[in-house]
């Protein structure tokens, strides 16, 4: 697929300047020509032109705000000299695969101040003896080279990825994510207070309904009582009046 082509496909309808990510890997490249990329892409910020058929980076439009950049598997041999014009603020170059030979070949990058990590794999250039010790002799601002540090440690894969910072952005304020945590829990809370409340008002109804049953049977039982009290005293009064009518009787 030509590059132009492919650079519209990558863009779906989006307008150039808001494009913040490009990947153009495989696109043909006739004679180091970027048909297609050019100085509108002022807002991106990671560009993948893997196995383009670069032969020369002299096309490469003015990107200030490219951080990360891959061309790896072309046939670049120098002109790097243009990254620094071209690409000032890149933190990331992976140039593997290339035909880089000499380690002078970079030392145009020592005006990339951000630099951090860069990588040579497979380039003839790391088949020479003092080939690490050189690169990090030449570019003093290199953290990285090859994927490993100056002292040959391996870095977690956190360290090498400069789109960190993007996907905090993309994530939120720091504090946010914590604030929603909180905001959940607090709510988990109030439902089982909810519960809670709920549950101990319902066993408090039930104790009530007890209540309300033993009053009751109380209630009946003094009843009771009163009507077997009431039976007495009027069985008594019976009888009196009868030994009072027969005392009448003996009288007469």
Do not use: W
């Amino acid at each position: 697929m030509e590059m132009k082509k492919k650079i519209s496909v990558e863009l779906k309808n989006r307008n150039p300047a808001e494009v913040v990510q490009l990947t153009l890997d495989g696109c043909l490249s006739c004679d180091g020509e970027l048909d297609g990329l050019t100085e509108e892409y002022q807002q991106l910020e990671s560009l993948s032109m893997i196995n383009v058929g670069l032969t020369s980076l002299a096309k490469l439009p003015s990107l200030p705000k490219l951080h990360k950049l891959d061309i790896s598997d072309n046939s670049v041999s120098g002109g790097l000299d243009i990254l620094a014009v071209k690409c000032p603020n890149l933190t990331s170059l992976n140039l593997s695969a290339n035909k880089i030979k000499d380690i002078n070949t970079m030392a145009p990058l020592q005006n990339l101040k951000k630099l951090r990590n860069l990588v040579l794999l497979t380039c003839e250039v790391t088949l020479l003896d003092d080939y690490r010790d050189g690169v990090f002799e030449l570019l003093p601002q290199l953290t990285f080279l090859d994927s490993y540090e100056q002292d040959g440690e391996v870095p977690d894969s956190d360290d090498l990825d400069d789109d960190d910072d993007d996907d905090d952005e993309a994530a939120g304020p720091p504090g946010d994510g914590d604030e929603d945590n909180e905001e959940e829990d607090d709510e988990e809370d109030e439902e089982e207070v909810g519960l809670s409340y709920l549950m101990k008002e319902g066993i408090q109804d039930e104790e009530d309904d007890d209540d309300y049953v033993e009053e009751e049977e109380e209630e009946e039982e003094e009843e009771e009582d009163g009507d077997e009290d009431g039976a007495a005293l009027q069985g008594e009064k019976r009888k009196r009046d009868q030994e009072d009518e027969g005392d009448d009787d003996e009288d007469d």
